[in-house]
């Protein structure tokens, strides 16, 4: 059987113990994924962060919970060359530099100094445990084929999926995604506007005819 990391969800990074730091990532094209990988016949470990979708259960899914950009890519690193590794999770770019422990008082306004959090899919792609084959995606609002491609290659990945909104389909919180699977070798599959479901089957069944 095949191994696939996935990553789904949407990561938090908290300011106090009760304010945070996320996005509006549900996890439903990650759990759209989750559900074709199985059909396909994959053994899976999927790193969740927050997800507003119920799980699938099976004995071939492992669900680990990391809440964080750091806890996701400590636990991204502990598979070691996986057949496939998709990072599908919008993990929170920025955190705190400075958490506070308690909580913060109202004040007269409130600056918060933000730093860079590891890029999960990048530190993956070129590390030592690097999947066979890694897949990112790329939400994009402009300039979309353009700034998916330099995506492709700033993160090192064999294939990124682009995402990106219309006028109908906003994809964030709906069952709907847009967008086109994009390879390092120029290869492409335009999927268009499609169910979550319908999208995950024709990304995986793509991936699962490409040679390592
Ligand atoms: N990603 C990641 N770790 C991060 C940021 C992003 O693993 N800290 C991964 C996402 O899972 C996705 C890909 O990188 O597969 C692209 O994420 P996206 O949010 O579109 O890109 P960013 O790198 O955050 O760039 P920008 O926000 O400038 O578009």
Redo the contacts with the bound molecule.
Sequence with gaps: MKKALI?IGSTREYIDPVRYISNESSGRQGMALIKSLLKSNYKIICLHGYIQVKQIVSKNVKYIFTSS?KDMLKEAKKYKSVDLGI???????YKVEKYSKVKIKKNNGLSLKLIN??????SMSTGKNKPKITV?????TDNVLQ?AKK?LLS?NCDFIVLNYPTPKNKIFNTNYNNGILIGRSGASLKIGSVSKTIFADKIVKFLKNIKA
């Design positions: 990553t950009a990072f599908n999770a919008a993990v929170s770019d959090n590891p890029d999960v899919l990048k990112g995606f790329a939400y994009e700034n995506k993160k």
